[in-house]
């Protein structure tokens, strides 16, 4: 770390401490007022009062939700993302800032996300001499599928970056601690419907008719035992089904039966295959039935990637800021994160935020999800760290020659015109 870096690290983490009690209101007051993917209009305009009562100018993003607001000037610039959306689950917790909304809960630590980031920005507004821009990126939607980072790599927001960081809490790591993995730390996840169809009969006689029930049963059991041997277990593929459903009597075989389930990935090269993979296991298993079949494959989120060299960033961050024993490794999750769609642009990494302040951990997407809100004096100092790291060593790879990320706009994934709504929205 330089002497511009360290100076500049030090006022953050005096501008923190000072603004401790301000940071945990702003927490409080975003988890009492949860809102939707692409609902949230006074989230957005809670951040986007603050941002400008900083100075700063942060504009809405496409989606009408969200913003976008770039502190510093001049080259390189890097990106901190946080996701500012709620999960549709009601709030179990008996606390002064529960939720004031029904059915609706901070489930997922995105209230701890955007405060941090919030934190970041008005604590590197009040400096001088930034290295570079650091470009702020309040996104919503992430519990949909694809996810609003589609719509955010989309939009263009992104262009010129060299690249990007984000944090998520873990209520299995102490508060106080970080966790980093460089590679895979979560996985793609894709939804996939089996619909089988048949004539129906009676189950006196299952010969003269299509047994849908059976067949249901042979793609529960079969399919993903086929999918262990298609490929390379290194890449952490998994099918679990969720839901199965067919017929209303005993002795009736109905003519109609679907199956739902999740398909996760560690990799994304295999998950890149694994539509056209799993359809064709399920229409080879279905064939020895003799039942129609069509194959729904919902394509979902990628697998967050992270990069060798933001991760070393990152660990020299951790241990500036709260030093090497507070450094854990992290485990990888098979649970789907939208950032990744970041990596299609940058290289990216992702930081795990302990939240866990004693007792049994809250997990999450619970009811009962609740933080130790120490971790958001530890988040700010970490991400402003890990920014102003990044903005010198991009600057000195810059100066040196060295080839430049990708930085050319390209289109989102998918199409995210149709956005669902409802239990569609819920990722897990």
Request: overall charge negative; glycine content about 12%.
């Amino acid at each position: 770390m330089t002497p511009v870096v360290e100076k500049l690290s030090a006022q953050v983490d005096e501008w923190a401490t000072a603004h401790r009690q301000e940071l945990v209101s702003v927490r409080r007051h975003l988890h009492a007022h949860p809102e939707l993917a692409f609902a949230e209009f006074e989230t957005t305009a809670f951040l986007e009062q603050r941002l400008r009562g900083a100075g700063l100018k942060p504009r809405r993003l496409p989606t009408g939700t969200g913003l976008v607001c770039e502190v510093g000037s001049g080259e390189p610039v890097v990106v901190l993302r946080a996701d500012i959306d709620a999960l549709p689950l009601a709030d179990l917790k008996d606390v002064p800032y529960a939720s004031t909304r029904e059915g609706m809960c901070h489930a997922c630590g995105h209230d701890v996300h955007t405060t941090v980031a919030l934190g970041v920005a008005l604590a590197l507004a009040g400096l001088d001499g930034l290295p570079g821009r650091v470009r702020f990126v309040f996104q919503p939607a992430e519990e949909t599928v694809p996810g609003g980072a589609t719509e955010v790599v989309a939009s263009g927001v992104l262009d010129g970056a060299s690249r990007a960081f984000a944090v998520h809490c873990d209520p299995a790591v102490p508060v106080g601690k970080v966790g980093l993995r460089t590679g895979p730390i979560t996985a793609a996840c894709d939804r996939i419907d089996v619909t089988l169809t048949g004539p129906g009969g009676h189950t006196a006689r299952p010969q003269m008719t299509v047994d849908l029930v059976d067949a249901l049963g042979r793609l529960i059991t079969d399919l993903p035992g086929l999918l262990s041997r298609q490929v390379d277990p290194r890449s952490g593929m998994s099918l679990v089904w969720g839901a199965v459903n067919a017929g209303v009597a005993a002795n009736a075989i109905p003519q109609r039966g679907t199956l739902r389930g999740t398909v996760r990935v560690l990799d994304r090269d295999a998950w890149k295959g694994a539509e056209e993979l799993l359809t064709s296991l399920v229409e080879r298993v279905a064939g020895t039935t003799g039942a129609e079949v069509g194959v729904d494959y919902i394509r979902g989120v990628p697998p967050v990637v992270n990069d060798p060299r933001s991760v070393a960033l990152l660990r020299s961050a951790v241990l500036s800021s709260v030093g090497a024993d507070n450094l854990v490794l992290s485990q990888q999750s098979m649970g789907g994160e939208d950032f990744g769609w970041f990596a299609d642009l940058m290289p990216i990494a992702l930081a795990r935020l302990g939240t866990h302040g004693g007792g049994a951990p809250l997990d999450l997407h619970r009811g009962t999800f609740d933080v130790d809100e120490r971790a958001i004096g530890v988040g700010v100092r970490l991400l402003a760290r890990t920014a102003l790291l990044a903005l010198e060593a991009d600057a000195e790879s810059a100066t040196a020659g060295s080839p430049a990320p990708p930085r050319t706009r390209r289109p989102a994934p998918g199409d995210t015109s149709a956005r669902p709504t409802g239990e569609e929205t819920h990722r897990g």
